[in-house]
């Protein structure tokens, strides 16, 4: 969907869903999984739906991750930082979780 | 960077956004001699416009354009001003007293505030559309984010759609940076320029003329244009092609990518909460606050400045910030010496002129802005717009009832990207004007913030004895 312009802007790995990740430095975390090519961030509580990343500027929350352990966080506010653990958030609760 | 903690108890002057608008107010509070402090939710000032001016790994300027750069000066200036800048900081409540909910890093803090001054600009206008919710949706404001702030820039088969200047930017900086665009779906019906060419003059006196016919020219020798009087995004698990008609016949195109753009509108969420009483402007199809001549609100003491405002676009916003500050500066402090409004007045009135002919040429059809069907209407709690549609002819008579019956607004967006056309959708169905139904009533929290956040609220000894008794 995105490739990089030529950009010197140093590495930055980030652990999404247990996978390493390649970010750049002044990347958030939602660019960064645009950059990398993942398809869904999240999925909605009412129908379990993939969704990804959609306005970029805070308004809509279809960027929702949860990163390092706290859910809800808004991937295209929050810069990528070396080590930082992002977890798709699953939405729709399965009866027993 | 500041922390939450090393902010002060009151600031005479709270400005809430980093877009020209805030810049420029706190720049000239600042220098004036009030205590000044901007909160930004971003990782950097600039806001939308000039996203990421201070980071951009875009560096061949012809890429953004001229325009882009002004915001460098904004930043300079704010930041030599003395006004504390304070980045990842994400403004939760605001009361009619002032008191500012801020959080940065996980810790939360209430700042008093003299004055304050919303400047938390524009969004894209919903564009509901069947798919719109799919993976490899966006809206063509998000691309052009991901390329100031990234420098990411589309690749494999994008489609762009819609209208509006923003959309024909993009098209121009995607195209200079090396991407390629299969094609652009103009939603933008040939009648509109029967309603706009009446307001031609003042356009072509205002310094959008010249600039908006360069850019339709470099993006129409390069990219095929299709009219289109529907368009659905199709795919499963993400986009995987476009489909649209136009004069009944419907065409196909495979995508990887379809990034929507039908206008901007005020973002109203803050100020919404804080009381601030707003109109619908029916030739920006929105509502915007009531504002008097300083772009005071409502509520003493808080003022909307910039886009915010109703749109004019960046250097209007800048103008509109310094006005506000202007009268915010008189009333803290009357003996500080502050610029004369009126050649800043002059100014403001030079960039709005030809607003009326762009609102009129861009303007949404009926079609893209009240959906029909089981078109998703709030993405969040995935409303269709059927189901809101059936609940306002069963007697619901505005969007606060609509999340009784519905939810539609009560998701983490809190009515962003619903609110527009949930209000028209019933507009339409029961014949009501847009004042009559009104807009969602929105309360703090604005953002979501952890309980932890919450919980790391200083609290004095007073305050605790008075909870535990």
């Known amino acids: 969907m995105f490739k990089r312009l030529a950009d010197s ?64 966080r808004q991937g295209c506010l929050i810069p990528v930082r070396e080590g930082m653990k992002v977890e798709t958030q699953l939405g729709r609760r399965e009866a027993g979780r | 960077m500041t922390a939450s903690a090393d902010l002060a108890p009151s600031y005479e002057l709270v ?37 990421a001016i201070t980071s951009t790994p875009v560096k061949d300027r012809a890429i953004l354009g001229e325009d882009y750069w002004d915001g460098a000066k904004l930043a300079e200036e704010a930041k030599a001003s003395g006004a504390l800048i304070v980045n990842g900081a994400t403004v939760w409540s605001l009361d009619r007293q002032r008191i500012v909910g801020i959080s ?21 206008r ?76 003042g356009f072509a006196l205002s310094p959008y003329f010249g600039k908006g016919m360069a850019l339709l020219k470099e993006v129409r020798a390069k990219v095929p244009i299709h009219r289109a009087d529907t368009i659905e995004a199709v795919g ?59 772009f005071g609100s409502s509520v003493p003491g808080i003022a909307v400045a910039g886009d915010g405002a109703g749109i004019a676009g960046g250097t209007a916003a800048a103008e509109r910030g310094r006005i506000a500050a202007i009268a915010a500066v008189r009333a803290l402090k009357p003996d500080c010496i502050v610029p004369d409004t009126q050649a800043i007045r002059q100014r403001l009135q030079r960039e709005e002129m030809g607003r009326s002919f762009l609102d009129l040429l861009n303007r949404p059809v009926d079609a893209f802005r009240q959906p029909a069907g089981n078109t998703i209407v709030c993405r969040c709690e995935e409303v269709t ?24 607004g009560m998701g983490p967006c809190q009515g962003r990207l619903c609110g527009l056309t949930v209000a028209e959708l019933i507009s339409a169905e029961r014949g009501a004007t847009l004042d009559e139904v009104g807009y969602y009533r929105l309360r703090p929290p604005v953002k979501p913030i952890t309980l932890a956040e919450l919980a790391s609220l200083p609290i004095s000894e007073a305050e605790r004895k008075a909870v535990e008794r």
């Open chain 1, 9 to 72: 802007s140093p590495a930055v790995g980030i652990i999404v869903d247990g996978k390493p990740v390649s970010a750049r430095a002044g990347d958030t975390i939602a660019a960064a999984l645009l950059a990398a090519g993942i398809g869904h961030c999240r999925t909605t509580p009412v129908t379990g739906a993939p969704r990804a990343p959609y306005c970029l500027m805070g308004v809509c929350f279809d960027c929702l991750v949860t990163v390092d352990g706290v859910g809800s």
């Open chain 2, 15 to 51: 400005v809430i956004g980093g877009g020209p608008a805030g810049l420029a107010a706190a720049a000239l509070a600042a220098r004036a001699g009030v205590s000044t402090v901007l909160f930004d939710e971003n990782p950097g000032v600039g806001g939308q416009i000039y996203r």
């Open chain 2, 104 to 124: 940065i890093a996980g810790k939360a803090r209430m700042i008093e505030a003299g004055r304050v001054i919303i400047a938390t600009g524009s969004q894209e």
């Open chain 2, 126 to 201: 919903p564009f509901p559309i069947p798919g719109w919710t799919l993976p490899g949706v966006m809206t063509a404001g998000a691309a052009q984010t991901a390329l100031k702030a990234q420098g990411l820039v589309a690749s494999g088969r994008t489609v762009l759609a819609g209208g509006g200047p923003l959309l024909w930017l993009l098209a121009a900086q995607t195209l200079r940076a090396g991407g390629k665009i299969d094609a652009i779906l103009d939603t933008m019906p040939r009648r509109n320029w029967l309603h706009a060419m009446f307001h031609l003059p």
């Open chain 2, 236 to 294: 499963a698990d993400r986009v995987r092609e476009v489909l649209f008609s136009s004069g009944g016949e419907t065409r196909r195109l495979p995508a990887d990518l379809l990034l929507l753009h039908q206008g901007v509108v005020p973002n109203v969420n803050l100020a919404n909460a804080a009381g601030v009483a707003h109109v619908w402007n029916d030739r920006q199809l929105c509502f915007v606050p009531v504002l008097d001549a300083d």
């Open chain 2, 385 to 408: 717009a059927n189901q809101v549609r059936d609940t306002a002819k069963m007697g619901c008579e505005g969007p606060n009832q609509m999340k009784a019956f519905l939810r539609c």
